[in-house]
């Protein structure tokens, strides 16, 4: 197992948030987390990556059949586990290009490995540019710094591709997107997909889905995980909305 | 070599020692100058130094400074003449270089050069006695004695520094290269005085670093002044880097003629008790000032940057952005002073100050400051300090870059904006390997701007890399 969630309770200022989540994701696998705004979604998503703001109060994650809660967050980075972030935040005078070179050479670095001679960098930055359709000279502005809501976007599945993780957790990726940037983003997503990886896809709804099709759905409403199931659990979601959950509760 | 006792610095030393050397000191001094000279030893007279209870001197405390004692050399030494640390050159940067030793021109024989194309360079005091009218013109002339006491006090003692003169619609291709060294056997106390003058759409650069030898501690009083005719421009950088037990109280006087230009860039990297006082001067219309600033200050060390700014005349436009990094017990002052006089319609003046404090001891104490006396303007004033914004660095650390490093690229970047306003290229990787040492604590004071004889070039090894690929 590669993401084992155990009774996971975390709270900010003393409000809990999430109140017992369990989540098992294999490798290989793609899980869709759905649920409305404010359920604690994004909260889970930092949690994993390691956020402080957030106390761990119960429970457990297992990463690799690590406990995550012994590592920092670069190290959970190095180790493998991505986050795309809803609302990637702007660096002024940090460029894409030093980013992810940095970025790239410390995980690296971790792993035993040289860092990438800069020929080599660059030509895999040309690669994965192309891998999310990127054509604009986006890498050699600051981190974000005036993109449109779709730049940032796409931008966050170009840092995933450029690190290949083993877990990415894509929190909202989809919001916003007109449907050929929805497009773009699932392509980049499936064309990485590989048996030894997982993604925890976060949306609100359906339409991604299409495109990026799951192994699993769950609905996380109030910070606990209250259905899983197939596919068609989002289709369903979709049809009912969200009150059919509460009524079920 | 005689031995010299140090002795605090007072007032009374001052007048006293003034008073026996007159004769002797100032003999060289063409008419003017020399009224110029009893004028400021009076006005010194009746302000002293300043003290906290100035408004413009609140947040910075010279009192530990002026406690120490200091030998005050009122000549220069054959050891300063001869000094072995002006010889090369920072690779590529092809730039005239000449050296001041303790507040004293280096000369190596040759005090003074005049150039084919008119430019002359070379010692203020040998310029006073081969071209006193062009010295007497303008020495003194726009530094106020009213304005500064350290100005004044300086007006009245000092007898050497550089001279840079260039005439009329001359462009200097090389950039001219000051490097002031401090190096001494006892505590020092230092007045130099530096002339530029740019004639009629004239054009300069001039790099003027502020540089320690050892860890002795000085303190140097230095006025430079700087007078642009019509058309002229400047680019103009300042370079500190002195050691930790250095005090320096560095004015700048800026005289703008109409049309004139000015790009102003001071780089604080490392210092004990710095006092910046920039003043400019728009004496004609159309003129154009760009002041940049960027100081990196750990320890308990102290920069004080104390900008005004005076549009005396119609259409002319000064932007100021001075941006700071203040680590461990370092504090910093920002004193903005824009004046926008009755006549000057359409004036363009902007200010920003802002500042990342790293540590909860560390303080900023920023005032931008603008006074208006025309409708006809536009003017903008910011200043913000804060810490290094922690949702960038867990995005950076989500990446896999580890805290230092996140550190070290957010901070980087933020003096980045500054760095990359030098124009010289050469000068700009320099810098940008200075700042970056700095940063990573790795600067040392002898490092210095531009001279490195004695070990080979180290460019900074960032384990990440902050280049531009
Ligand atoms: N930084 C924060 N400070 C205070 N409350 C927060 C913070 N981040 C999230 N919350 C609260 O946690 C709850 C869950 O938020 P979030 O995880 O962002 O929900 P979702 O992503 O499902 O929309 C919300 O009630 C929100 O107000
Ligand atoms: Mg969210």
């Given amino acids: 197992m590669l993401l084992k969630i155990t009774n996971l309770h975390a709270a900010i200022n003393g409000k809990e948030i999430l109140k017992g989540i369990n989540l098992d994701v294999n490798k290989g696998e793609v899980h869709a987390i759905m649920g409305p705004n404010g359920t604690g979604k994004s909260t889970l998503a930092a949690v994993i990556a390691g956020r402080d703001l957030f106390d761990v109060t119960q429970g457990e994650i297992l990463y690799k059949r690590k406990n995550l809660m012994n590592l920092s967050v670069e190290e959970r980075a190095r180790e493998g586990i991505f986050i795309g972030f809803q609302y990637p935040v702007e660096i002024p005078g940090v460029s894409i290009t030093n980013f992810m070179r940095t970025a790239v050479n410390e995980i690296r670095a971790y792993k035993g490995l040289d860092p990438l001679p800069a020929g080599e960098f660059l030509k895999m930055m040309e690669k994965k540019k192309k891998l999310v359709e990127i054509t604009s000279d986006l890498t050699n502005r600051s981190v974000n710094e005036g993109f449109s809501g779709g730049e940032k976007k796409r931008n966050e599945i170009f840092q995933m591709a450029m690190l290949e993780p083993t877990l990415a957790i894509l929190d909202e990726t989809d919001s916003g997107l007109d449907i050929d940037a929805l497009r773009v983003v699932a392509n980049g997503v499936n064309k990485l997909r590989t048996p030894e990886n997982a993604f925890v896809v976060i949306t609100h709804y359906q339409r991604l889905l299409e495109y990026i099709i799951p192994d699993f759905v769950h609905i996380l409403y109030e910070g606990r995980i209250v259905k899983s199931g197939g596919k068609e659990l989002a289709i369903e979601l979709e049809e009912k909305g969200y009150d059919w959950i509460k009524q079920q509760l | ?469």
């Fill in chain 2, 1 to 469: 070599m005689d031995s010299v006792t140090p002795y605090r610095i007072t007032p009374e030393r001052l007048l006293d020692l003034f008073e026996k050397n007159r004769s002797e000191l100032f003999a060289n001094d063409p008419p003017d100058v020399h009224a110029r000279r009893e004028k400021a030893l009076e006005s010194f007279q009746k302000k002293g130094f300043p003290d906290k209870k100035l408004e413009d001197w609140r947040n910075t405390d010279l009192s530990e400074s002026l406690n120490r004692e200091y030998d005050y050399p009122l000549h220069r030494t054959e050891e300063d003449d001869q000094h072995k640390v002006f010889r090369c050159n920072i690779p590529h940067l092809d730039t005239a270089v000449i050296g001041q030793l303790n507040g004293w021109f280096v000369s190596k024989d040759v005090p003074l050069i005049e150039l084919g194309n008119g430019i002359i360079i070379g010692s203020l005091a040998e310029a006073m006695n081969k071209y006193p009218g062009l010295v007497e013109k303008h020495l003194g002339n726009y530094a106020s004695v009213e304005q500064s006491s350290f100005t004044a006090l300086n007006t009245a003692f000092a007898t050497d520094g550089t001279f840079i003169y260039i005439p009329d619609g001359v462009k200097s291709d090389k950039p001219v290269q000051l490097v002031n060294v401090i190096q001494h056997r006892e505590n020092i106390f230092i007045q130099s005085r530096n002339l530029i003058v740019l004639g009629k759409n004239a054009q300069l650069t001039v790099v003027h670093c502020d540089d320690s030898y050892d860890h002795q501690p000085s303190f140097s009083n230095v006025v430079t002044e700087i007078v642009l005719d019509e058309g002229a421009f400047l680019d103009h950088y300042k370079l500190q880097n002195l050691n930790n037990d250095s005090t320096l109280i560095s004015s700048t006087w800026f005289h703008l003629g109409k049309n004139a230009s000015l790009e102003s860039h001071f780089i604080t990297l490392n210092g004990g008790m710095l006092r910046n006082n920039t003043f400019v001067k728009f004496n004609g219309s159309f003129g154009n000032a760009n002041v940049y600033g960027l100081y990196l200050m750990d320890r308990q060390q102290h920069i004080d940057n104390n900008i005004f700014v005076d549009h005396a005349s119609p259409d002319c436009m000064s932007n100021e952005l001075f941006k700071g990094v203040l680590d461990e017990h370092a504090s910093g002052v920002f004193n903005g002073h824009v004046l926008v006089e009755r006549d000057a319609q359409r004036t363009n003046a902007y200010q920003n100050n802002r500042n990342i404090l790293l540590t909860d001891s560390a303080k900023i104490n920023s005032k931008p400051f603008l006074e208006i006396y025309n409708d006809d303007v536009k003017c903008s004033h910011g200043s913000s300090t804060g810490q290094l914004d922690p949702q960038a660095m867990f995005y950076l650390q989500q990446r896999g870059i580890g805290e230092e490093n996140a550190r070290m690229l957010l901070m980087y970047a933020f003096a980045d904006e500054i760095v990359n306003k030098i124009a010289i290229e050469p000068l700009q990787h320099r810098i940008e390997d200075m700042v970056k040492k700095r940063l990573q604590g790795e600067l040392q004071i002898c490092e210095q701007c531009v001279l490195h004889c004695s070990t080979p070039e180290h460019p900074a090894e960032f384990k990440i890399d902050v280049s531009k690929i």
